[in-house]
């Protein structure tokens, strides 16, 4: 199976600081996608951003950024300054083109922000 | 206005019974999917229909049974529920097409096996 890790099952911070939640993916595919989304403790699933791997650029937007590196195959997700909000799981995803096969969750980091 | 609803919120039951959850979605997507949810957060895929077709159908016990009567819905029938059961089962769609789009997911049913 092609896994996503996320290494980081629990993490603490205080209010302000910045955080990076690091995501590990396997993939024999050419094409394929990469996703994050949040659960915050309310239970819904929102998502944050998508990546194609055709496009390394790095994106920024507001207090996230993502930092997507093909050479590692890895994904990470960072939150400048966080927020007490900002608490919640935050899941990493691969999905491979269209119809090709399933998409597949990491097992989520758990982001507690301190006041 | 609500993207993609489940029903019920809330499905409390007892074991041997069966039980259905609905799953409806406006956003004219072309995908829907069943996620399974654990008390560990852990986030599993069950199933995935493109266009009223399986298409994705994990190692899931056969008392697990899809629905997609229109590209709209997705519905789950669970028979004999077991105590392992007991999850929030998570509904999500995307459009698919030529690429792979974000999946928007319903609110959840935690369903519950006594």
């Known amino acids: 199976a092609q896994k996503v890790t996320q290494a980081q099952t629990e993490i603490s911070v205080v209010e302000k600081e910045d955080v990076t939640l690091d995501c590990v993916y396997e993939?024999?595919?050419?094409?394929?996608?990469l996703f994050w989304y949040k659960q915050p403790p309310s239970g819904e699933l929102v998502f944050l951003i998508r990546?194609?791997?055709?496009?390394?650029q790095n994106e920024i937007s507001g207090r996230y950024s993502w930092n997507f590196q093909k050479s590692t195959s890895s994904f990470n997700f960072t939150i400048t300054a966080s927020q007490v909000v900002d608490s919640a799981v935050y899941f990493c995803?691969?999905?491979?083109?269209?119809?090709?096969?399933?998409?597949?969750f990491g097992d989520g980091t758990t982001l507690t922000v301190k006041p | 206005d609500t993207a993609v609803s489940q029903t019920p919120k809330y499905l409390v039951t007892q074991m041997g019974n069966d039980k259905s959850i609905k799953c409806e979605q406006n956003?004219?997507?072309?995908?829907m999917y069943w996620y399974k949810q654990d008390s560990k957060k852990f986030l599993k895929i069950m199933f995935s229909?493109?266009?009223?077709?399986?298409?994705i159908n994990e190692t899931v016990p056969n008392r697990f049974s899809p629905k997609s009567p229109d590209k709209a819905h997705l519905n789950l029938h669970i028979n004999s529920l077991e105590l392992g059961d007991s999850a929030v089962y998570f509904c999500?769609?995307?459009?698919?097409?030529?690429?792979?789009?974000?999946?928007?997911f319903g609110p959840g049913t935690r369903l519950t096996v006594l």
């Open positions: 990546r194609n791997s055709f496009d390394e």
């Open positions: 229909y493109n266009n009223k077709e399986l298409i």
């Open positions: 995803a691969r999905q491979p083109p269209p119809t090709a096969g399933k998409s597949t």
């Open positions: 999500a769609s995307s459009q698919v097409g030529l690429s792979s789009g974000e999946q928007f």
């Open positions: 956003l004219g997507h072309d995908t």
């Open positions: 993939t024999r595919d050419t094409t394929y996608y």
